[in-house]
C-alpha cells in the first residue's frame, strides 16, 4: 500500500474510533488527537507531508484504548506494528 492510501484507511478507523477529523493548516508543528469536551478529536497538520501525517495519526490511534474493540484491516494493522517498533 501506498503512503496515502494507508494514510486514509488511519483517518477511516480513527472515524470508526468516534473522533472528528479537522485537516488543519498549523505550519508543520502541529497534529495529534486530543480531547475537549467529551469529543476526540483528531487534528491532520496539512504543512506535513503524508508520511508525517500518517505517524501523527497513527501516534494518536496508538494512545486510544477503544482501538482494542474495532476491527483493524490487516494492512493498517501491520502498519501500526511495524512504525510502533521503528
Same mark, same amino acid.
Given at each position: 500500500?501506498?503512503?496515502?492510501?494507508?494514510?486514509?484507511?488511519? *483517518? @477511516?478507523?480513527?472515524?470508526?474510533? #468516534?473522533?472528528?477529523? @479537522?485537516?488543519?493548516?498549523?505550519? #508543520?508543528?502541529? #497534529?495529534?488527537?486530543?480531547?475537549?469536551?467529551?469529543?476526540?478529536?483528531?487534528?491532520?497538520?496539512?504543512?506535513?507531508?503524508?508520511?508525517?501525517?500518517?505517524?501523527?495519526? *497513527?501516534?494518536?490511534?496508538? @494512545?486510544?484504548?477503544?482501538?482494542?474493540?474495532?476491527?483493524?484491516?490487516?494492512?493498517?494493522?501491520?502498519?501500526?506494528? @511495524?512504525?510502533?517498533?521503528?
Amino acid at each position: 500500500m501506498y503512503t496515502a492510501e494507508i494514510l486514509d484507511a488511519a *483517518l @477511516r478507523l480513527a472515524e470508526n474510533a #468516534g473522533y472528528q477529523v @479537522r485537516h488543519e493548516w498549523l505550519g #508543520g508543528n502541529g #497534529g495529534g488527537g486530543c480531547e475537549l469536551k467529551g469529543r476526540k478529536l483528531l487534528f491532520v497538520d496539512l504543512a506535513l507531508s503524508p508520511a508525517e501525517q500518517l505517524d501523527r495519526v *497513527l501516534d494518536a490511534l496508538r @494512545r486510544d484504548p477503544s482501538l482494542r474493540d474495532i476491527a483493524v484491516p490487516d494492512p493498517l494493522s501491520d502498519t501500526l506494528r @511495524r512504525r510502533k517498533s521503528a
